[in-house]
């Protein structure tokens, strides 16, 4: 067991000075102080009142790589264990993308399997930007009622030129086989929709849910940052019931315009819940031409949510807490991972510790097990 003395607790919620004590499966107690004392075999390690928070989970991640809009010489790597530890994030969820053809769910599936292994809470969604949807066993459905790591579909791509541009007959297909699926497995059964550039946004997912028995938490239409049509679009969504969610990524490295964004939407009445964060790690951020020339190659970064979340803190005034949110419990509510994204006995040992002084990463704790530290802050 480890005792982390002296935190400065956030669940997100503020919750004041604590002591925190856990195993590598979960969180034991959670007190004003914890004494050990005649205790033996407890590793004990002072906070010194650092600001001690939830895990980051990404909800967006390229796992095996993504690229190759311009040939083999534009392919991205696959993600390391060391990338995802420093960026804060101890729970990911990996996807195809543009390449569903290069790159397969069963290597996506080894992937998982193998940041499983090194601590790293890793789910997947079955599927990649096309239509019809490939999967490991055929079936939408059974992929996700038997799959364990399997919770839902994506990204399937709707208004963009690398999309299939599918129907909404088969738009409805895939948003109630994924449902369906979800049901029976009891998980989240949600359909990632990548939103490219195209002037039709998300007019179709605003039509089906509003002319069929289609639940909106069932749909997670991401890159709704991508312009501010696409923001004002988002913001009538979600108050229709629906979620989006937002890149942290920047080719420009230039976080600020993606705080931004998420504190336009905060100002123009949406609900701070039903929005998320996430990076598009190891993505493709590619420069195309009106006339879709390939022009040249950006990668998506983890560590986008970490300095976005520093931003709206330092740059928009947010309160820590709420700019928690979009990256610990709402995706933890969409995708139903009941023991991710809070900090309560019961719930799995993923911790970040933040400098007090910068918001910086000084340590994460990730199943419970300490996987990075910051050698600058110690």
């Known amino acids: 067991m480890k005792l982390l003395k002296n935190c400065f607790l956030f669940n997100p919620e503020k919750m004041g000075k604590k002591d925190i004590l ?22 004990i390690h002072d ?9 980051f989970i990404d909800n967006h991640v390229h796992i095996t790589g993504g690229g190759g809009e311009g040939g083999f010489g534009t392919r991205i790597d696959p993600i390391t264990a060391d990338d995802i530890y420093k960026s804060g994030v101890t729970t990911v969820i990996g996807l195809l993308g543009t390449d569903g053809t290069t790159r397969t769910i069963e290597d996506l599936f080894a992937k998982a399997k193998t940041l499983n292994k090194k601590n790293i809470t890793t789910y997947i969604l079955t599927g990649s930007y ?23 579909t994506g990204e399937i791509a709707i208004s963009d030129h690398r999309s299939s541009y599918p129907s909404r007959e088969e738009l409805i297909k895939i948003i109630t086989d994924s449902a369906r699926g979800g049901l029976l497995a009891n998980k989240a059964g949600v359909v990632n929709f990548h939103v490219g550039k195209d002037k039709k946004g998300i007019e179709d997912l605003i039509y089906l849910v509003k002319n069929y028995d289609i639940s909106p938490k069932n749909i997670l239409p991401t890159h709704m940052n991508r312009s501010k049509y696409l923001l004002r679009e988002g913001i009538k969504y979600i108050k229709e019931g ?31 819940e039903k929005i998320t964060f996430s990076s598009d790690g190891q993505g493709s951020l590619p420069r195309f031409t009106p006339q879709g020339k390939f022009l ?3 990668v998506g970064k983890l560590n986008s949510l970490h300095e976005t979340f520093k931003s709206l803190i330092l740059d928009f005034n947010f309160k820590l807490e709420e700019a928690l949110l979009p990256i610990t419990r709402n995706p933890s509510a969409i995708y139903k991972l009941d023991k991710k994204g809070e900090i309560k006995a019961g719930s799995d040992p993923d911790f970040v510790v933040l400098n007090r002084d ?9 199943g419970g097990k300490y996987v990075f530290k910051n050698k600058k802050n110690m």
């Open 130 to 152: 096309r239509v019809p949807v490939k999967t490991l066993t055929g079936s939408i459905i059974k992929d996700i009622v038997f799959i364990d790591n399997i919770i839902g």
């Open 358 to 366: 910068n918001y910086d990463i000084d340590f994460v704790i990730s």
């Open 22 to 43: 856990f195993s590598n499966n979960m969180i034991i107690s959670i007190e004003d102080e914890i004494d050990i004392s005649g205790v033996s075999n407890i590793q």
């Open 242 to 272: 629906g979620l989006i969610d937002l890149t942290a990524s920047s080719s420009s490295k230039d976080y600020r315009n993606k705080a931004e964004d998420f504190n336009f939407l905060i100002e123009s009445g949406a609900d701070i």
């Open 47 to 55: 906070m010194k009142n650092r600001f001690v928070v939830p895990g």
């Open 296 to 298: 040249k190659m950006g």
